[in-house]
């Protein structure tokens, strides 16, 4: 690891309560990865990952690994966008997700958008493990550049996404998306074209949404029952989170919104 940069794993496991409910024997926050378990309604244990300092910075090595357990039933959220930053050693900072999800379980993973800012390059490795039954929601939005960043028309940061998702022992989806500055044709026809941020929305047993409204779209049928991914490209973030919520109706929250025009320093 870089000298002077941070090393830390935030770890979660939910079972079930025995009374109907799912329990959280493990909610360790690390660094900047703070956890907080917030009420809600139904069966669903609630976790919000608040930040606790400026990260990921360039050399910085973050992961987060949670544990589903059979029956359980697990949604998670975070306080504000993550926003990637430079570090001294200009060189990428490293975000591990490492998400299992047992036998009839099941994981919403609801995070607010990932901002490259300029001079940034985030490497995001997001391996999923579902097991006979388990359901999934998995939202991932990502922005190139902060609001000032483009008002003053300096490039983008840099983001690289690896997504991995087996069900019962089989593979289900991989994929890599590269985008911003370095990455092979990032702004072009066939990849951003004009827009600033992508995002995409992976269900698995779970009810998929209505067809996407816009042309900038595309709702994909994943081999199995009941998995689909809804891709989806957008000038901003609040048109991103209401294609990926389904017809244009859901609007984006106040975090996500205020990613993009104010960043705050926080982690997914």
């Known amino acids: 690891m870089t000298?002077?940069?941070?090393?830390?794993?935030?770890?979660?496991?939910?079972v079930r309560d025995g009374r109907g409910g799912t329990a959280l024997p493990v909610l360790?926050?690390?660094?900047p990865l703070a956890l907080r378990r917030t009420t809600g309604e139904g069966a669903a244990a609630r976790v919000v990952v608040v930040g606790s300092m400026a990260a990921p910075l360039g050399g910085d090595r973050l992961a987060v690994h949670a544990r589903v357990a059979a029956g359980a039933d697990l949604r998670v959220t975070s306080a504000a966008a993550t926003i990637s930053l430079p570090g001294r050693s200009g060189g990428p900072a490293h975000y591990d997700l490492d998400l299992t999800v047992e036998e009839d379980a099941r994981l919403d993973w609801l995070p607010e958008p990932v901002v490259a800012a300029t001079g940034s390059h985030l490497v995001m490795t997001?391996?999923?493990?579902?097991?006979?039954?388990?359901?999934?929601?998995?939202?991932e939005e990502q922005v190139l550049g902060r609001h000032h960043d483009?008002?003053?028309?300096?490039?983008?940061?840099?983001l690289t996404s690896r997504l991995t998702v087996r069900r019962a022992g089989r593979l289900l989806l991989d994929q890599q998306t590269d985008l911003g500055p370095g990455a092979p044709a990032w702004n072009g026809p066939a990849a951003l074209a004009e827009h600033r941020t992508a995002g995409q929305l992976l269900t698995v047993g779970l009810p998929a949404g209505p067809p996407p409204p816009a042309a900038?779209?595309?709702?994909?049928t994943l081999p199995g029952a009941a998995a689909t991914l809804l891709t989806a490209l957008a000038p901003d973030a609040l048109t991103l989170r209401r294609l990926l919520d389904g017809s244009g109706a859901g609007a984006a929250t106040a975090a996500g919104a205020d990613a993009v025009r104010e960043p705050r320093e926080a982690m997914v």
């Open 216 to 220: 900038d779209a595309a709702l994909l």
């Open 28 to 31: 360790d926050g690390a660094g």
């Open 150 to 158: 483009w008002a003053r028309q300096a490039p983008p940061g840099r």
């Open 3 to 14: 000298a002077g940069a941070l090393s830390a794993t935030a770890r979660i496991t939910a």
């Open 126 to 139: 997001t391996r999923i493990t579902l097991g006979p039954g388990a359901r999934l929601r998995y939202r």
